[in-house]
């Protein structure tokens, strides 16, 4: 009994701390919708009001039409979706070979394969910044979708390769009775039963490469063609005048990355619980 | 003579399904390091010129630029790692003890990691700026004199990026730690428990050693985070401003390549980005060489 009651009083405990870590985590993305809401005069009377005077949508307005955020939201969809595209693509196809196709010299390619994980992309973005000048491929969108094909497809191949691993070679070994070839094998055994890391590794590059900043800075140099990270990094110095608008720019475009993650997190949790990604 | 024709078919199968993967890691990424380490002895500009200079821009780099401050950038922007790794194992231990709402926790403590660093960035900018929430807050509770002008000064402004690349890693600490914590069998602290432990007593003489692997991997890769990642924070607080008083490795291989109009050395960036080659290497080697030697301590 003394027991018990000593432990919800620590839960109790507990339960508080965790609260007040929480508002902290919480209260920027609160502090921001707020006064996103507001005009530039009510923020600087006073901050961590709620807007009385009427909710002011203009920034949001002037987000759309001037800052043309949607358009930037279409550049970088077309780029986090083809990066997501192209890598499971590949990464399936390498990945079953390297779980389930025997052949000489595999541990050392795959080891091959996962030792230029660790190279930052620093090292390479000047030759590779020249390299697609010299092709006439900086300012394409694939150019960046390339850069991060090579960032991202160690680490997630070595995510389905762990994950593929495990199916049991009887269930191949029964579709390939059934007349399954190698691709049918792969679409009706494999990715169904490596769904997991397959759906984890969709959302997770999607928001890595919905939120990055370096690749697509560099190679993609026209207005026209920025991602929205570029345009928040180049155009909000702009307006440090008015913080209400930068509150609106930095809520809007956090909102695609957020529910994706609020909608899958339970997902994204358990993949990485499991250490499977960093 | 099936089985050898079954074989040949398998190894022509895998060398196609591994062709776009070889294809894309040679060209993007085993043949840029290979440049950038030929013209890291160059005076490339990546047009015209790429004349051997041999050593010259390491040594100019180290003797004449501004090395050592940033080198001391990053000594003290390293600070984050031993804050990040302390308050994930404080987040970890927690929600290990499931209170109520411990997955809705879980799932709030993680977000950071979602919102791109811009955001995160440009969010500490604004809140450290001179007109700004902290210091409407110092003025309110009567700290006036601590209200300045934080980016103003490289010590001030080296606290707040990382006081806010902490607030970033710390859902990612506790989540790693978390995972590490619920691998131990919960028998090891019932029988802690029935010997008399008490809680400290069964967090730090039971739990740690038991997931020392797992803080070891957060502190090694939280390390080379800390030496890689940097560049939106630095690029949206201060630009690695003023001078150079907060820039790194990192931020200067931008700052020498793309950064300025004025002063683009590409053979000097690609020095500097393989000196960060190297360091990056040694310090993944040695998480390597630990999780090796705890694996054979493991299996004796």
């Known amino acids: ?278 | 003579m099936l089985v050898h024709t079954y074989k040949r078919s398998i190894t022509l199968v895998a060398i196609l399904s591994l062709l776009p993967l070889i294809l894309i890691l040679l060209v993007m990424r085993v043949y840029p390091i290979a440049i950038a380490i030929a013209r890291s002895f160059t005076n490339w500009d990546g047009i015209y010129q790429k004349d051997w200079v041999g050593l010259r821009n390491y040594i100019e780099f180290i003797r004449e630029g501004p090395f050592l401050m940033i080198l001391r950038n990053t000594l003290i922007l390293l600070l984050n790692v031993p804050l990040q790794v302390f308050f994930g194992l404080l987040v970890a231990l927690l929600l290990y003890e499931r209170v109520i709402g411990w997955k809705f926790f879980r799932a709030v403590i993680y977000t950071p990691q979602i919102i791109s660093a811009v955001i995160i960035g440009y969010l500490f900018r604004i809140f450290f700026g001179f007109r700004g929430p902290v210091n409407i807050i110092l003025k309110a509770i009567g700290l006036e004199s601590m209200a300045i002008e934080w980016f103003g000064n490289s010590y001030t402004a080296l606290a707040v990026i990382v006081i806010s690349i902490t607030w970033y890693g710390i859902g990612w600490q506790a989540i790693v730690m978390l995972g590490g914590m619920s691998s131990i069998d919960p028998s090891v602290l019932e029988a802690a428990i029935i010997d008399g432990a008490n809680y400290w007593q069964r967090a730090f003489r039971v739990m740690f050693p038991m997931i020392i692997r797992v803080i070891e991997f957060g502190v090694i890769a939280s390390g080379v985070w800390t030496l890689t990642q940097l560049f939106p924070f630095l690029h949206v607080m201060t630009r690695g401003g003023p001078g150079y008083e907060t820039t790194t490795l990192d931020y200067m291989i931008y700052l020498k390549s793309f950064g300025f109009s004025f002063g683009i050395n590409y053979g000097m960036a690609c020095a500097i980005a393989v000196i960060l080659l190297f360091i990056i290497l040694a310090l993944t080697s040695l998480e390597m060489l630990v999780s090796k030697r705890a694996e054979i301590g493991r299996r004796a």
């Open chain 1, 1 to 278: 009994m003394s027991t018990q009651k000593r432990l919800s009083k620590r839960n109790l405990m507990l339960f508080l701390i965790l609260t007040i870590l929480i508002v902290s985590f919480l209260y920027p993305l609160y502090f921001m919708l707020i006064n996103s809401l507001k005009t530039r005069t009510e923020y600087y009377v006073d901050p961590f009001r709620l807007p009385h005077e009427g909710l002011q949508f203009n920034n949001y307005i002037t987000m759309v039409s001037q800052f043309r955020i949607l358009s930037l939201f279409k550049n970088t969809f077309i780029i986090s979706a083809g990066t997501v595209l192209l890598l499971l693509i590949i990464g399936v196809l390498a990945s079953y070979v390297f779980a389930k196709v025997p052949f000489k010299g595999k541990a050392v390619v795959f080891l091959a394969v996962l030792m230029t994980m660790f190279v930052p992309s620093q090292v390479t973005i000047i030759p590779l910044y020249v390299g697609f000048s010299k092709v006439g491929m900086v300012n394409t969108y694939f150019s960046v979708i390339l850069a991060y094909l090579a960032l991202f497809l160690p680490e997630a191949i070595l995510l389905m390769t762990a994950n593929f691993r495990v199916i049991p070679d009887e269930l191949l070994e029964a579709a390939e009775i059934d007349g399954c070839n190698y691709l049918q094998k792969i679409w009706y055994v494999v990715i169904p039963m490596g769904r997991s890391a397959i759906f984890l590794a969709i959302i997770f590059y999607f928001i890595m490469s919905w939120n990055d900043l370096f690749t697509p800075m560099i190679l993609l140099t026209k207005m026209e063609k920025r991602t929205v990270m570029v345009a928040l990094a180049a155009l909000m110095g702009r307006y440090s005048g008015s913080p209400t608008f930068q509150f609106a720019g930095l809520l809007l475009s956090a909102v695609p990355a957020l529910v994706v993650y609020f909608i899958f997190q339970r997902k994204i949790i358990q993949g990485l619980s499991m250490g499977a990604i960093k």
